[in-house]
Nanobody, 115 residues
């Protein structure tokens, strides 16, 4: 099993920045089975949306965040999401995701962007 813990959410004004981090913990075999990691978000009343993924160093982003968000993976256990030029529509609960042999989710961290 892998446990994912997000941090770094909060309240920021439009145009500001936040950096989310996600730390994975678990057995060596479980951690090593992670093929890629991702960030999702879910706004109130909306479905969960894929924001960004990173697999073997290759990144992908949803169109709405391209040029503003950057996903990076420090090591096998840590993934980050640098969010710049934040907009009110970025307000959501952001979830860390790890995938490979299994799929794992974090508990989520709230990001609120005020106008």
């Amino acid at each position: 099993q892998v446990q994912l813990m997000e941090s770094g959410g909060g309240l920021v004004q439009a145009g500001g920045s936040l950096r989310l981090s996600c730390a994975a913990s678990g057995s060596i075999s479980s951690i090593s089975s992670i093929r890629g990691m991702a960030w999702y978000r879910q706004a109130p009343g909306e479905q969960r949306e894929l924001v960004a993924t990173i697999t073997s160093g290759i990144t992908n982003y949803v169109d709405s965040v391209k040029g503003r968000f950057t996903i990076s993976r420090d090591n096998a256990k840590t993934v980050r999401l640098q969010m710049n030029s934040l907009k009110p529509e970025d307000t959501a609960v952001y979830y860390c995701n790890a995938f490979g042999r299994n799929i794992y989710w974090g508990q989520g961290t709230q990001v609120t962007v005020s106008p």
